[in-house]
């Protein structure tokens, strides 16, 4: 098979070791790509799992045997994470004695004019000690985007950097709430005050020793009403009441990381149905995902397709999400029959429910 930049000059290569500088660049590399407070939390992650999960489900078929081979589910997961987390997925194509292989980079850096066929891309992928990076062109790379901005085609944008003020509101309220479950935490005991010069101050130490070493069991210890023979103001209001120290999350605050984790799943086009931030029955639940398969998954994955379409010359090519609608088969056999009843013929109900006969 000839792919399309085989008759082009051989690109630079350089197999190194994974230098301090280098290492200082690649870390700022991919904060630049979109790595930041929003993606520590649970709803970005949420999203992302649910995309790479959904794409990793997915069914190569009308393509090369090569491109069956290298297509993999793992690959597949990667670039759907990928699109949610960075908003672009790149992955250097290899064909060698070993056959096709997609390498996933982790860093890279576009230069070109306003022709796409002219672009060339510096990337790197990295090992646990050794890096690889190359100068490609555009045709070597699978450059999968969920978005762009037209004055910078070649940057791939997720939608927490297009809805930032939400993704910013609800890091900071996750950060807050962070913050505020670090508070010490623990249960403390109301004593009189030992004075250094206090008879009783051994008696006291060794109390304190009994009461640490309770371990569940029952100890007879003096009332500390009575101040253990100090002066009764000292003592506690009420008689050995141990009180709870630690964090109190304001409600209100939690509140608002529950909405704005809602707002940042919706943004990435995840019902909070689906990931169970919100509460619903199983109708409710089936309805979600079957609104993010027609809506998001698969009209990402038709982007993905026709990148995998002309990048591996494979134009073919397709993406089958069969195997997600497995478990609603009797509600499609239900619609379907609806849909013949109704006047329609197999061939056109089933292309309705977008099904063969």
Known sequence: MRWPWQAKAAAPERRAGLAYTDAVTAAFETAAGGTSAI???AALEAAAGTYARGFAAARV????PDVLEAVTPDVLAEIGRDLIRRGESVHLIEYGRAGLRLHRAGSWDWRGGWRRADWTVRLSVFGPSEQLTRIVPFDAVLHCRFATDPARPWHGIGPVAWASLSGTLHSGAVAALSRDM??????VLPMPPEEADDDDAGSLGGLKAVLAA??????????TRGAFGGDVRDAPAQDWAQKRIGPEPDETLAG??????????SACGVDPVLVG???????LAREA??????LSLQPLARTVEGELRSKLDAPDLALNFDSLRASDFAGVARAYKSLVEAGLTPDA????????T
């Open 39 to 41: 993606g520590q939390t």
């Open 61 to 64: 078929q009308d393509a090369p």
């Open 182 to 187: 670090s508070a010490a935490s623990g249960y």
């Open 214 to 223: 309770l371990k569940g069991k029952t100890a007879f210890v003096e009332s």
């Open 256 to 265: 608002l990381h529950n909405v704005t984790a809602a707002a940042v799943l």
């Open 277 to 283: 931030l919100t509460k619903g029955d199983g109708t």
């Open 289 to 294: 995902f079957r609104r993010f398969d027609r």
């Open 349 to 356: 109900a089933a292309g309705q429910l977008d099904m063969e």
